[in-house]
C-alpha cells in the first residue's frame, strides 16, 4: 500500500529566509506526487505535481519540488518565504484505479509559520 | 469557472444527532471525492464516486456514515447518529478523471464544513 511521510510537523521560519518540506513516500508501484497548501479555513489547492519528466518540478507562488526515485522522496522548497506562505502544507501520492480515477493519499501535513 | 460549492460552511450538533452536508462539484467532472480531515491530520478519503457509482467507500464507518451523488452531479454526505469523534472537517473534491490516465487528475477542493460534536 502506498504511504506518505511528512518528517516535519511543524516548521517556523524567517521573512525571506529559505524553507524546505520534506515528503517520503513509499510504493510499489509509479507514483504521481503533488504537494497542496490549505490557508486557514481555505479547502486545498495544488501547489505543483510531479507526473513524469523532469525531475524538478515548479509550482504556483515560487514554490518548486525535486523528485528522487533513489530516495523515495519529494521535498518542496522556496528560496526565500513570504509571510503570506505561512499555511499547512500536504503532500500526496497519487494510486491509479482499475477504472482510471485517481486516489489521493495525503501525509500528515506541515505546517510553516513565517515570523518577521 | 465556479469551484466546489460546499454548505453549510460550519455546524455545531450535539452527540446522537444527525447532520447533512452537500457538495456541488465542479461542472463536467465525473468524480467527486468526500475526505474527513481531523485537526492535525490530512486529509483521509471516506468515499469516491465516478459519475453517480461508488468507486471506494472502504474507509466509511457504513453503521452511521452515508452517501448519495442522485444524477452524478451534486453530492450528500450524512452522518446518523454523530459521535464525539466525528468533529472534523469534511472536504469535498471533484476531478475530471474522463481518460485512463486517472492517476494524473488533478483534484479540486471546496472549502469543506467544520462540524463540531459536542
Known amino acids: 500500500a502506498q504511504s506518505v511521510t511528512q518528517l516535519d510537523s511543524q516548521v517556523p521560519v524567517f521573512e525571506e529566509a529559505p524553507v524546505e518540506l520534506r515528503c517520503n513516500y513509499s510504493?510499489?508501484?509509479?507514483?504521481?506526487l503533488f504537494w497542496y497548501v490549505q490557508y486557514p479555513n481555505q479547502g486545498l489547492q495544488l501547489l505543483l505535481k510531479?507526473?513524469?519528466?523532469?525531475?524538478l518540478v515548479k509550482g504556483i507562488n515560487g514554490f518548486e519540488a525535486e523528485f528522487n526515485k533513489s530516495q523515495t522522496s519529494f521535498h518542496l522548497r522556496k528560496p526565500s518565504v513570504h509571510i503570506s506562505d505561512t499555511a499547512e502544507y500536504f503532500c500526496?501520492?497519487?494510486?491509479?484505479?482499475?477504472?482510471?480515477?485517481?486516489?489521493?493519499?495525503f501525509g500528515q501535513g506541515t505546517r510553516l509559520t513565517i515570523n518577521p | 469557472e465556479a469551484g466546489v460549492a460546499q454548505s453549510p460552511r460550519y455546524k455545531i450538533i450535539e452527540k446522537r444527532q444527525s447532520v447533512a452536508f452537500w457538495c456541488n462539484p465542479i461542472?463536467?467532472?465525473?468524480?467527486l471525492y468526500w475526505y474527513q480531515q481531523i485537526l492535525g491530520q490530512g486529509p483521509k478519503l471516506l468515499i469516491q464516486?465516478?459519475?453517480?457509482?461508488?468507486?471506494?467507500d472502504s474507509q466509511l464507518p457504513k453503521d452511521r456514515f452515508s452517501a448519495e451523488r442522485l444524477k452524478g452531479v451534486d453530492s450528500t454526505l450524512k452522518i446518523q447518529p454523530a459521535k464525539l469523534e466525528d468533529s472534523a472537517v469534511y472536504l469535498c473534491?471533484?476531478?475530471?478523471?474522463?481518460?485512463?490516465?486517472?492517476?494524473?487528475?488533478?483534484?479540486?477542493f471546496g472549502a469543506g464544513t467544520r462540524l463540531s460534536v459536542l
Open positions: 500526496a501520492v497519487s494510486v491509479a484505479r482499475i477504472q482510471g480515477a485517481q486516489k489521493l493519499v
Open positions: 464516486f465516478q459519475n453517480n457509482g461508488v468507486v471506494d
Open positions: 461542472s463536467g467532472h465525473a468524480t
Open positions: 510531479y507526473l513524469s519528466g523532469s525531475t
Open positions: 473534491a471533484s476531478s475530471l478523471d474522463r481518460n485512463r490516465e486517472g492517476a494524473k487528475n488533478i483534484q479540486y
Open positions: 510504493s510499489s508501484v509509479s507514483v504521481y
